[in-house]
C-alpha cells in the first residue's frame, strides 16, 4: 500500500544548482500531478500529466521542467534553483480525470539558499 | 478563471462542538467537483469529503458534511463532534469540468480545537 511516494523528503539547495525529484505510483493511475505549497497561498499546480509521455503546464510552472517516460514516474526538475523556488512539492495522482480520488504523497520540503 | 476562497485564516472550537468552515467558488463550468482536504502539522494531504455539482444531496462522510448551496456558489465543511485531532489546516478544491485537470485550492483555514 506504498500508494505515491516522492524522494527526496528534505533538500537544501545552493542558488543556481540543480536537482530532480521523484514521484513514484504504484496504483496504475493515469494522471500525475506537481504541486507546490507555499506559506497562505495554498497549492498551486506547476505541472501535470495525462499519461506515460505526456505532460502539460499548469498555473505555476516557470523555472521547472517535467518528465513522464514511464506511466508509474513523474519526475520534477530545477535547472538553476532560486531562493523563490522554496516551498514545499507535492506529487498526486488519480486514475482519470473524473475520478475523485486524488491521492498525494508526503511531500519534499526543499529550501534553496 | 476558476476561483477557490476561503475567508477564515483561523477557527478556533470547543472538543466535541460543532463547526463550519467556509468555502465559496466561481466557476463558470456547469459540470465540476469540490473537495475538502486536511492537512495536518505532519504535513501529509488526507482527502475527506467530495461533492459533485450535479448531486442531489449533500455529501457525508462520518462527521464531515458538505452544505452544498449551489445557487449561492458555496460549499462548507461541517465537523461534528469536534476531537483534538482534528487540529489541523483545511483546504477546499474545485475540479472544473471535462477537459480540465487542476485542482484549484483556497488559500486553507487553520481549525484549533480546544479542550
Known amino acids: 500500500n506504498a500508494g505515491v511516494t516522492q524522494t527526496p523528503k528534505f533538500r537544501v539547495l545552493k542558488t543556481g544548482q540543480s536537482m530532480t525529484l521523484l514521484c513514484a505510483q504504484d496504483?496504475?493511475?493515469?494522471?500525475m500531478y506537481w504541486y507546490r505549497q507555499d506559506p497562505g497561498m495554498g497549492l498551486r499546480l506547476i505541472h501535470y500529466?495525462?499519461?506515460?509521455?505526456?505532460?502539460a503546464k499548469g498555473e505555476v510552472p516557470d523555472g521547472y521542467n517535467v518528465s513522464r517516460l514511464k506511466k508509474q514516474n513523474f519526475l520534477l526538475g530545477l535547472e538553476s534553483a532560486a531562493p523563490s523556488q522554496t516551498s514545499v512539492y507535492f506529487c498526486a495522482s488519480t486514475e482519470n480525470w473524473a475520478d475523485y480520488g486524488y491521492t498525494f504523497g508526503s511531500g519534499t520540503r526543499l529550501t534553496v539558499v | 478563471a476558476q476561483k477557490i476562497t476561503q475567508t477564515q485564516p483561523g477557527m478556533f472550537v470547543q472538543e466535541k462542538e460543532a463547526v463550519t468552515l467556509d468555502c465559496t467558488y466561481d466557476t463558470s463550468d456547469p459540470s465540476y467537483g469540490l473537495f475538502w482536504y486536511k492537512q495536518p502539522s505532519s504535513g501529509e494531504m488526507i482527502f475527506l469529503i467530495y461533492?459533485?455539482?450535479?448531486?442531489?444531496q449533500n455529501a457525508t462522510e462520518g462527521r464531515y458534511s458538505l452544505n452544498f448551496q449551489k445557487a449561492r456558489k458555496s460549499a462548507n465543511l461541517v465537523i461534528s463532534a469536534s476531537q483534538l485531532g482534528d487540529s489541523a489546516m483545511y483546504f477546499c478544491a474545485m475540479r472544473p469540468g471535462a477537459g480540465s485537470y487542476q485542482l484549484t485550492f483556497g488559500k486553507g483555514t487553520k481549525l484549533s480545537v480546544i479542550p
Open positions: 500529466s495525462v499519461g506515460e509521455g505526456t505532460t
Open positions: 496504483m496504475n493511475h493515469e494522471y
Open positions: 461533492q459533485g455539482s450535479y448531486d442531489q
